[in-house]
């Protein structure tokens, strides 16, 4: 929805849908079948770099923030994956690893890749370490599970939607670190931490909401680390007296690696993480990204392709996401 809003400034000239998965039907001109061939599984890397050895951010692993016009950023600027076909660059293609079907594989590509690499690397969560998770949908529920596979002693989690709450209690949050803000009989986090003394590591922001961004100042610990994932607000609160006075780091967070992609897969592929995927036709993509506005969709949407109506044998990406 973020690139439907003018603060993000793309041109309109292209398809947007920055997550997919299907398989392969053609191979370009300069593509040797020992590295790829038709009928072969992949996700796509949506922000793959220009790879080029000039490049400043690509010769430090930073490729996924790469300005360059052959960048890639599937559609965030190239055409993206609201299509029945696409044509991806062999860099952004990501081989699928057996027990990762096309439909999961297709939110792979952001919402467990970009909380994947929020958590272990932005934040670099340790084991001794209390979080506070704010923002249960498609990627904060993703994130919840990682940070449990790598052990965090503590998560609190904070939505204003009680569902996503319950989701969580579900995945073993217990419910006195579960925090629903529209819910006028449930103290909010930052006063609890406060009343208990309840140290917050790192808070991980995947809602970036002017009301999530106030309340991370407020409940992280002295020292401590905000990572800013979500875009929802056009700008944020900033109280300098705490941002200094607490000394808190503010981190961003963008996406993810193709290293860390790779890891992503081999997690879902051992049922580490489990994300929680909706389907739906293509043809509906109009109501699907109204319902998304309004918050009617739960976490991730995966539209499908109906592949009767086309005479094209085989298909290229099977999947979008939401």
Same mark, same amino acid.
């Given at each position: 929805m973020a690139m439907t809003e003018p603060i993000i400034g793309m041109k309109p000239e292209f398809i947007l849908g920055h997550e997919g998965a299907g398989e392969i039907v053609q191979l370009g001109s300069d593509v040797s079948e020992a590295d790829f061939q038709v009928? %072969? =599984?992949?996700g796509i890397h949506i922000v793959p770099g220009c790879d080029a050895s000039s490049c400043l951010q690509c010769n430090r692993g930073l490729h996924r923030l790469c300005r360059a016009e052959n960048s890639?950023? +599937?559609?965030l600027g190239y055409d993206g994956t609201f299509a029945e076909y696409i044509g991806i660059q062999t860099r952004a293609a990501i081989k699928l690893p057996a027990g990762v079907d096309v439909v999961t594989a297709a939110v792979s590509g952001d919402a467990v890749l970009t909380a994947y690499q929020a958590v272990k690397y932005t934040a670099a969560v340790q084991p001794h370490q209390t979080i506070a998770i704010f923002g249960l949908g498609g990627l904060g529920l993703n994130a919840l599970q990682i940070a449990q596979h790598l052990g965090v002693k503590r998560i609190l989690v904070v939505d204003r939607r009680q %569902?996503? /709450?319950? %989701? #969580? /209690?579900?995945?073993?949050?217990? #419910? %006195?670190?579960a925090f629903c803000t529209s819910d006028p009989d449930v103290k909010k986090i930052e006063q609890v931490v406060a009343e208990q003394g309840i140290l917050v590591d790192t808070t991980i922001d995947f809602a970036g909401a002017e009301a999530t961004i106030l309340s991370t100042q407020l409940t992280v610990r002295p020292a401590g680390q905000m990572v800013i994932v979500g875009l929802l607000a056009k700008q944020a609160p900033l109280m300098p007296m705490a941002v200094v006075m607490k000394a808190i780091t503010i981190k961003g967070s963008y996406s993810g690696t193709i290293e860390s992609f790779h890891e992503c897969l081999e997690l879902m592929a051992k049922g580490v993480v489990k994300p929680t995927i909706e389907t739906g036709s293509i043809e509906d993509l109009p109501k699907v990204l109204k319902d998304l506005d309004e918050g009617k969709i739960k976490s991730r949407m995966v539209l499908l392709p109906d592949w009767? =109506? +086309?005479? #094209?044998p085989g298909r290229l990406f099977e999947t979008s996401s939401l």
């Open positions: 009928g %072969e =599984r992949i890639g950023n +599937y559609g %569902e996503s /709450i319950d %989701e #969580a /209690i579900k995945l073993g949050i217990p #419910a %006195e670190d009767k =109506r +086309y005479t #094209a």
